[in-house]
């Protein structure tokens, strides 16, 4: 039998979990590097997700802390469909996925794991990019390191977001 080794997870594993919203405490942060923060919006923001389940997994949150959907005014949820859309750009630019998984998940039986602020996912697809990794060792293989992905995902973001304002 092959071993497979992931001791970076031991980390996680054995570390105290955050108290508290992981999103309201990146809203705050005035380390958008450590946060893992890529773009910040006048009502959302884009950040990376922490423990992807691809290279480029990214989430868009508001800064208002809810749940619910229906208590987020117009210009916020404008603003949110708009961040999806240009994570999409970015990502697309970025990384050339072959397609997406996009969603959001309301409630501890819909998925949920942050139950209390509302937050959608943009997770970038390749064809192949499910082995025989995850469901043998519960692990899955992310090919590039986060802060690497940060870095030319900000560039694509600044670009981004400066294409958006000349339309």
Known sequence: MKQTWAPWRMQYIKSEKEQGCIFCKAAESADDRQSLVLYRGEFN?????KYPYNNGHLMIAPYRH???????????????????????????????????NA????????????????????????????????????TRV????????????LEHFKKGAQARKGE
């Open 45 to 49: 923001f884009v950040l990376m997700n």
């Open 66 to 100: 809810t749940a619910d959907p229906s208590a987020l005014d117009g210009e916020t949820g404008l603003e949110l469909f708009g961040l999806i859309q240009l994570g999409f750009e970015v990502l697309k630019a970025a990384f050339d996925p072959q397609g997406f």
């Open 103 to 138: 969603g959001l998940n309301l409630g501890k039986c819909a998925g949920a794991g942050i139950l209390d602020h509302l937050h959608f996912h943009l997770v970038p697809r390749w064809d192949g990019d499910t082995n025989f990794m995850p469901v043998l060792t519960e």
């Open 142 to 153: 992310i090919s590039e390191h986060i802060l690497s992905t940060y870095d030319t995902l």
